[in-house]
């Protein structure tokens, strides 16, 4: 069943600018944050030196030293940046809808997400895979399958089972919606339970507009 959103709630629903979770999320694991840390310390520390050298000299010295700023607030401003970036390719779609169904099947994958070469004891390079699992949980209802949510497992999904109503968001380029453009992550009244790799939506504002919506 979809029920159309009216107009103003779906920026309701999906902010323009990052929430606490939204932010978490993007901080992304540790290889990302020591990316992170590297770009802002070396960007900081070239442009800093470069803004001493020119402030006295040359009118592009201030711009230095303003671009050195704003390299070592890159920890903070970069996963603010992803967010709004990630919330916007679903806020650009002209209909959005609520979706409530129930989980057709659910599943876990095992997925090799990166490999690296590491010297064994022997001394010998080996490539080293990093594996990790995902759920996945199929959507459909009355009128059939919807779609896939997907996410890193956790021991919390353990007790999902097929037939659980479940409730998220559908977007699409199209108001009859007969093209599903993207999905939101998930919610699970039964369990009480959000499921999706990003927390796209304002969970209880979401919460909230389903009880008015669907009783």
């Not at 970069?78 to 990630?86: D, V």
């Not at 609520?98 to 095992?110: A, L, S």
Request: with cysteine; glycine share 8%.
């Amino acid at each position: 069943m979809l029920i159309p959103l009216r107009p103003g709630e779906l920026p309701r629903l999906i902010p323009a600018v990052a929430t606490g979770p939204q932010f978490n999320a993007c901080t992304g694991n540790p290889e990302a944050v020591l990316r992170r840390v590297l770009i802002s310390v070396i960007g900081a520390v070239v442009t800093l030196l470069v803004s001493q050298t020119l402030l006295f000299s040359s009118q592009f010295g201030s711009v230095f030293l303003v671009t050195g700023v704003v390299f070592a607030l890159y920890l903070l401003w970069g996963p603010i940046l992803e967010a709004g970036q990630k919330n916007a390719t679903l806020r650009r779609y002209p209909a959005g809808a609520i979706f409530e169904g129930q989980v057709g099947d659910v599943y876990t994958t095992d997925v090799v997400e990166g490999r690296r070469e590491q010297a064994n004891k022997q001394g010998r390079l080996e490539l080293v895979e990093n594996h990790r699992t995902w759920l996945t949980l199929e959507l459909e209802d009355e009128d059939g399958y919807l779609g896939k949510v997907r996410c890193p497992f956790n021991k919390k999904y353990e007790k999902i089972r097929p037939g659980m109503v479940v409730r998220l968001l559908v977007l699409s380029e199209r108001k009859d919606f007969s093209r599903v453009g993207a999905l939101s992550d998930a919610w699970i009244p039964q369990l009480k339970l959000w499921v999706g790799e990003y927390p796209y939506l304002l969970r209880p504002a979401f919460e909230e507009l389903c009880l008015l919506r669907l009783g």
